[in-house]
């Protein structure tokens, strides 16, 4: 009995020190979202029940090995036993009705990130390779941002363009696909304001690394003034060249095109673009002239730029007046 209060003792402050080890670490971003809280709940418990078992398979066998070893010299048979019954069906038993109680609580923590607000906003959300737009259908904003109001529920109507995408922001905790052909729904409540981002989760290509978009999680009042802001600006963007950007963002050219003077290993960059002297695959050069972008838009199989396959670029159905206004918008980017 002595060794089994001995083990036991030592099981139960092995399990405190390893949680607390575990939980010191920061395993975990910072909790930004209400469903985050019921998953942070279960997953602490998971924690809690990881350090206990831990500690149940370890410290007896280190318990073990360490008093009953084989003393020098001894030769005699260690004890026989021949089974215990009531040992087996308590070790079958209990884990059974641990693992029912975690189901519960998975169950119960599922209803809390699926739980529906008839109120909740709907933003549109659309992948493309490799970034993400966003869509505000009640106020005509199409944006690369993110902008979300706190403590109100928001539900993501998420569509991929080309493959198969996953809409992840670590703060949130919750991960959802965006799957070609199908709109997929997330819904979260922002509960913490700042700045955060979004990631794609599943390997989508070459420039999966860099598909990433901002988030903004602001107080009502300033979510209200961003909205105003961005109304204004699209009201005034009836230019040529603030049409083209609208139509660059809503496809989602700045994916694979760099506007900056950055590039992306994914397609020629923009920037300083309309003028220059372009080499091709062929060896030949020619210059980024009104006729040369209009091709390469229409037909991007026409004209192979060295280093880049026009194979990549999704088909898009776009009017004369469109592509000039595209092309008037990469003039401006210099």
Same mark, same amino acid.
Request: charged content about 20%; proline content about 5%; hydrophobic content about 45%.
């Given at each position: 009995?002595?060794?089994?209060?001995?083990?036991?003792? +030592?099981?139960?402050?092995?399990?405190?020190?390893?949680?607390?080890?575990?939980?010191? =670490?920061?395993? +975990? /971003?910072?909790?930004?979202?209400?469903?985050?809280?019921?998953?942070?709940?279960?997953?602490?418990?998971?924690?809690?029940?990881?350090?206990?078992?831990?500690?149940?398979?370890?410290?007896?066998?280190?318990?073990?090995?360490?008093?009953?070893?084989?003393?020098?010299?001894?030769?005699?048979?260690?004890?026989?036993?021949?089974?215990?019954?009531?040992?087996?069906?308590?070790?079958?038993?209990?884990?059974?009705?641990?693992?029912?109680?975690?189901?519960?609580?998975?169950?119960?923590?599922?209803?809390?990130?699926?739980?529906?607000?008839?109120?909740?906003?709907?933003?549109?959300?659309?992948?493309?390779?490799?970034?993400?737009?966003?869509?505000? /259908?009640?106020?005509?904003?199409?944006?690369?941002?993110?902008?979300?109001? !706190?403590?109100?529920?928001?539900?993501?109507?998420?569509?991929?363009?080309?493959?198969?995408?996953?809409?992840? =922001?670590?703060?949130?905790?919750?991960?959802?696909?965006?799957?070609?052909?199908?709109?997929?729904?997330?819904?979260?409540?922002?509960?913490? =304001?700042?700045?955060?981002? =979004?990631?794609?989760?599943?390997?989508?290509?070459?420039?999966?690394?860099?598909?990433?978009?901002?988030?903004?999680?602001?107080?009502?009042?300033?979510?209200?003034?961003?909205?105003?802001?961005?109304?204004?600006?699209?009201?005034?963007?009836?230019?040529?060249?603030?049409?083209?950007?609208?139509?660059? !963002?809503?496809?989602?050219?700045?994916?694979?095109?760099?506007?900056?003077?950055?590039?992306?290993?994914?397609?020629?960059?923009?920037?300083?673009?309309?003028?220059?002297?372009?080499?091709?695959?062929?060896?030949?050069?020619?210059?980024?002239?009104?006729?040369?972008?209009?091709?390469?838009?229409?037909?991007?199989?026409?004209?192979?730029?060295?280093?880049?396959?026009?194979?990549?670029?999704?088909?898009?159905?776009?009017?004369?007046?469109?592509?000039?206004?595209?092309?008037?918008?990469?003039?401006?980017?210099?």
């Amino acid at each position: 009995m002595r060794h089994f209060v001995i083990v036991g003792i +030592l099981v139960i402050v092995t399990a405190i020190l390893t949680y607390v080890g575990l939980d010191s =670490v920061g395993l +975990l /971003p910072v909790e930004a979202s209400a469903q985050a809280v019921s998953i942070d709940w279960l997953w602490n418990w998971q924690v809690v029940a990881i350090s206990f078992l831990f500690s149940l398979i370890v410290v007896p066998m280190a318990y073990s090995l360490v008093v009953f070893r084989r003393r020098k010299g001894d030769t005699t048979d260690a004890e026989h036993i021949e089974g215990n019954t009531t040992l087996e069906i308590a070790w079958t038993v209990v884990p059974l009705i641990i693992v029912v109680i975690f189901a519960y609580m998975g169950a119960y923590s599922l209803g809390e990130i699926k739980r529906v607000d008839p109120d909740a906003v709907v933003i549109k959300v659309k992948a493309q390779q490799f970034q993400w737009t966003f869509e505000y /259908p009640e106020y005509g904003i199409i944006s690369t941002e993110l902008h979300l109001p !706190v403590n109100q529920q928001v539900v993501l109507k998420m569509e991929a363009v080309d493959v198969i995408h996953s809409f992840w =922001v670590p703060e949130f905790r919750i991960k959802q696909d965006v799957v070609p052909g199908r709109v997929t729904e997330y819904r979260v409540t922002p509960n913490l =304001v700042g700045l955060y981002k =979004v990631r794609c989760a599943e390997l989508c290509g070459s420039g999966h690394a860099v598909m990433e978009g901002l988030v903004v999680v602001s107080e009502e009042v300033n979510y209200e003034k961003w909205l105003a802001e961005q109304q204004a600006i699209a009201a005034a963007a009836q230019t040529p060249e603030g049409q083209g950007k609208l139509l660059v !963002v809503k496809n989602g050219c700045g994916g694979c095109h760099s506007i900056t003077s950055t590039p992306l290993p994914s397609a020629p960059t923009w920037f300083g673009l309309f003028g220059s002297n372009v080499e091709l695959a062929d060896g030949s050069t020619v210059v980024a002239d009104d006729a040369f972008l209009t091709e390469s838009i229409v037909d991007p199989t026409a004209k192979e730029v060295k280093g880049f396959s026009p194979s990549t670029m999704p088909p898009y159905v776009l009017t004369e007046e469109e592509v000039a206004n595209i092309i008037a918008y990469i003039k401006t980017l210099k």
